[in-house]
């Protein structure tokens, strides 16, 4: 082909890319249309339930379960809200349920902070193969070691007492590695500096570390919470006296003896539910900030 040739043909050339540019943003935009459609939709599809108990705990009890379903409650009964605390003990179980969760976030962090600590920045001797063997317990069922932990806990004179709840869960193995991962994420140069200061190890982990992994610790804090104050298998082991029930326990009990009182039965479960969705939408932009950034190298 000769210079000749080249010169007539990139004109059509340029004028074909231009004829189908312009459609390729329409398609872009109309997939984008798609999945944001998608996206409403399965919001949709895990915000109905939660709606739908709301509204029931605002109805009469013969009006919950009404054909064809009333998505607004008419008239609303906000006596269900009064109702439930003074034919139950609410204020117990919320109290304990929050006692458990607070001391349970406080001490996984402490202690998941600083043990991922030694595993990501301290060497020593069989420190990758003792990091192996301890996350590996995340893959150990709970209930295959559930009856010797239950007679070790009965020995120590723990059994029904919240301190059982609190042994048992100030220790885990996925807080540790995920602090160790965006621990990783921070630059080695900045512990090398500071050990050239003179700056100990203890004083590297909370001066420079722990300021740096606020997303992190967020995550953390969230999750365990979370899972403290949702957790019913151990409360149901080891807290047996009623003035140590947690929220559901309490709901479990409250459900056996109001069996026909679905109104108030699902306030009381807004009641379970409402603090930790608070904490979430107070929390989740260093939730979703930590999730992000934790085992990014760089």
């Given amino acids: 082909m000769t210079a000749t040739d080249l010169s007539l043909a990139t004109p059509a050339v340029a004028a074909s890319d231009n004829r189908s540019a312009p459609g390729r943003p329409v398609r872009s935009r109309g997939w984008r249309l798609v999945g944001y459609a998608a996206l409403v939709l399965a919001a949709a599809g895990l915000l109905l339930p939660f709606y739908w108990m709301v509204v029931a705990s605002l109805k009469t009890n013969s009006d919950v379960f009404t054909i064809p379903i009333t998505w607004l409650p008419d008239p609303v009964v906000w006596r269900n809200y009064l109702d439930i605390w003074q034919r139950s003990d609410m204020m117990t179980w919320l109290g304990n349920t929050l006692l458990l969760s607070v001391v349970v976030t406080l001490l996984q962090v402490v202690t998941g902070s600083f043990a991922a600590y030694g595993f990501a920045r301290v060497r020593f001797p069989g420190r990758n193969a003792l990091f192996l063997a301890y996350v590996g317990t995340i893959a150990v069922p709970w209930q295959s070691y559930m009856i010797p932990q239950f007679i070790l806990m009965s020995k120590l004179q723990l059994s029904n007492t919240l301190w059982s709840i609190v042994a048992l869960q100030a220790f885990g193995a996925f807080?540790?590695?995920?602090?160790?991962?965006f621990y990783e994420t921070i630059p080695e140069e900045l512990s090398e500096s500071a050990r050239v200061d003179g700056l100990s190890e203890f004083g590297i982990y909370r001066r420079i570390m722990l300021p740096l992994s606020r997303p992190a610790l967020a995550s953390l804090a969230l999750l365990t919470f979370v899972t403290t104050w949702n957790d019913y298998l151990g409360p149901l082991i080891?807290?047996?006296?009623?003035?140590?029930?947690?929220?559901?326990?309490?709901?479990?009990?409250?459900?056996?003896?109001?069996?026909?009182?679905?109104?108030?039965?699902?306030?009381?479960?807004?009641?379970?539910?409402?603090?930790?969705?608070?904490?979430?939408?107070?929390?989740?932009?260093?939730?979703?900030?930590?999730i992000a950034t934790t085992g990014l190298k760089g």
């Fill in 175 to 181: 807080g540790v590695f995920l602090m160790k991962q």
């Fill in 238 to 290: 080891y807290l047996r006296s009623p003035e140590l029930r947690t929220i559901q326990l309490g709901l479990n009990t409250f459900i056996s003896q109001y069996n026909a009182e679905y109104a108030l039965i699902m306030t009381g479960s807004v009641l379970s539910v409402l603090p930790v969705a608070v904490i979430f939408l107070l929390g989740q932009r260093h939730f979703i900030e930590g």
